[in-house]
């Protein structure tokens, strides 16, 4: 389904230009893109690659002779590198190529500058949901990354920066090279750094970048605007309202997922759902709405599942709960 997709998306970019999209085309589409802001996002990016090449018209062109001559540059840029190809990223790569011919001869370009064709072309390393793994980089910095992360990056660090691509979340301690900057790049984000610790949140169904500073200095933000961070601060990046915060953390937790320990002095109980929530991934809904939060709760949940978490939470409050389609239902009262 998720390959046929991206045949639809392309399909219906090549009609929209034309004036006349077939309904049942429009429909799949819309209903792809309203079915997660995750997807939306993605069609945002996919329709600003279009956009952007779409500037001049060749009225003939050979399709698969282009993705051919794509593959071979690939074989013959990086032979004997480890290279990860995915399959709905080759299917929509086809579908560019032939953009590209038909609309614009700027997206080969397009494509050499962009983060398909880095990841493409670089290593990756990779955890499953409940995986923790460390990694030393080239250069010494050592990176902690989350389950349900991808990180990818070059074996050897070259040219006047040090670029990765994260895609889940990562603890980040950079070695110091002031002439070579070190830049994590998250979706429509990059932080940027010199030598420092700090920590880095993307998972795209969560359509947000959120990065936490430890120590040092980082500048975060977008091709649009940008913010320095001083340890201690937090700063979010809400990639639908393209809205970029800085505040004061005030979330104890924020790098719990390290250690597996959550840790409550006196939190108020809207503040341990949210965090229960965001440290194990699972959407919480609480029944009926809206259940009353305003009572406190302190606590030590160390290295148990969710469902002990809220076992434990069932002592002091009158609640109980199951789950249903991959979401926690709660009903009840959790403040006693």
Known sequence: MKDDIYEHIADYLAQKQKGNVPETLERKVKDWCNASEANLIEFKKLQKVWQLN???????????????????????????????????TLVWARYAAAIALLISATAVW????????????????????????????????????????????????SGESRKVLLEGEAYFDVAHKPQQPFIVT??????????????????????????FLKEGKVIFGTDKSSVTLRPGEVATYHQIAERLDKSENLNENITAWQTGRLQFT??????????????????ILLLPEPNKLDCTYTGTFDKITLQEALQLMQFSADFTFREVNEKIIITGTLCP
Do not use: C
């Open 110 to 157: 397009f494509l050499l500058q962009s983060d398909v064709w880095y990841k493409w072309t670089n290593t990756q390393i990779t955890t499953a949901q409940n995986e923790k793994k460390n990694i030393e980089l080239a250069d010494g910095t050592k990176v902690m990354l989350n389950g349900g992360s991808v990180l990818y990056y070059t074996k050897k660090f």
């Open 266 to 283: 006196k939190a108020p109980l809207s503040t341990v759902v949210n965090t229960l929530s965001r440290f194990y991934r699972k959407e």
């Open 186 to 211: 998250t979706g429509n984000t990059t932080t940027r750094v010199l030598g420092t610790q700090f920590n880095l949140r993307h998972y795209p169904e969560e359509a947000q970048t959120e990065v």
């Open 54 to 88: 779409s500037t001049r018209a060749y009225p003939h062109s050979d399709v698969e002779a282009a993705w051919q001559t794509v593959l071979g540059k690939i074989e013959q840029t990086e032979t004997g590198k480890q290279i990860n190809l995915q399959k709905n």
